[in-house]
């Protein structure tokens, strides 16, 4: 986990840097490895299930595109929101910069998937900042254009509800965990949640740390020298096994009992 954090493969550049109208239906992600159905990143940020063609031209009429660059602010607290901001592919840190400029990442988010769903709706400064950790792409909505939409359309308007709602939910979970969950359960839980399984290893999986030392113990609310020896704990109790930044889960059962509270 010490060696530098790999540089992604660039998207191409928008030279004139104007803001562009935005076809997610152009690039689908599929549903998982093997999947031979594909879904709209509409559908994956409303939801998951199929919306109706009115309802993806609404959104695509009133949607804008923007590409960012590695290391680029994506989010600002010191700016009041207007728009709806959705990352449609790449991976943004969302967390807090210091008044020395020093960014501190409380969690990675890969696209789709939203990064800023309730600023806009009250004229308020996003509540957190943002960075790009490569190239990215983002699309945003903004709000007033959507808001006078959205009574010809209820459907996403009950969508865009429910998407506030997990997102109110996600965040009282992350609460009750730190509340209630030590370093070492934190890191398990954390563990547990990406791992990818190995076929024919017995049961093995494997976790690929596509983030920073640095970046991980502040997701988890620990320093860096913590995440180390909690990771080399897990290591001698032969629950895992890390090579740079590929860590495979030896027996992914005792991962999930330690994450336990």
């Known amino acids: 986990m010490e060696h530098p954090h790999p540089a992604p493969v660039p998207l191409p550049s928008d030279r004139s840097g104007a803001v562009r109208r935005i076809d997610l239906a152009a690039s689908k992600p599929k549903l998982g490895p093997s999947a031979s159905v594909e879904v709209s990143p509409w559908s994956v940020l ?17 949607a804008q595109t923007r590409q960012v660059s590695q290391g680029q602010t994506v989010l600002s607290r010191s700016k009041s929101a207007s728009m709806l901001v959705a990352l449609c592919c790449g991976e943004v840190a969302l967390g807090f910069r210091t008044p020395d400029g020093v960014f501190r990442t409380e969690r990675i988010v890969r696209g789709p998937a939203w990064l800023d769903l309730g600023s806009a709706w009250l004229a308020e400064p996003h509540s957190m900042d943002a960075q790009a950790l490569g190239p990215a792409k983002l699309v945003e909505l903004p709000c007033a254009v959507l808001e ?28 009750h965990e730190l509340m209630h969950k030590d370093a070492p359960a934190r890191l398990a839980q954390w563990l547990h949640q990406r791992c990818e399984p190995v076929v024919g290893s017995g049961g093995q999986a494997v976790v690929k740390l596509h983030e920073r030392k640095r970046d991980v113990a502040s997701q988890l609310a620990i320093t860096p020298e913590t995440l180390s020896r909690l990771m080399r704990s897990l290591s001698r109790q032969g629950v895992i096994e890390v090579s740079g930044y590929n860590l495979r889960v030896l027996d992914p059962a005792a991962l999930a009992r330690l994450g336990q509270p």
């Open 148 to 175: 006078a939409r959205l009574a010809r359309f209820p459907g996403l308007a009950q969508r865009l509800i429910q998407g506030l709602a997990r997102e109110v939910q996600g965040l009282a979970i992350n609460i």
């Open 46 to 62: 409303l939801g998951g299930s199929a919306l109706d063609d009115d309802e993806v031209q609404a959104l695509e009429g009133m």
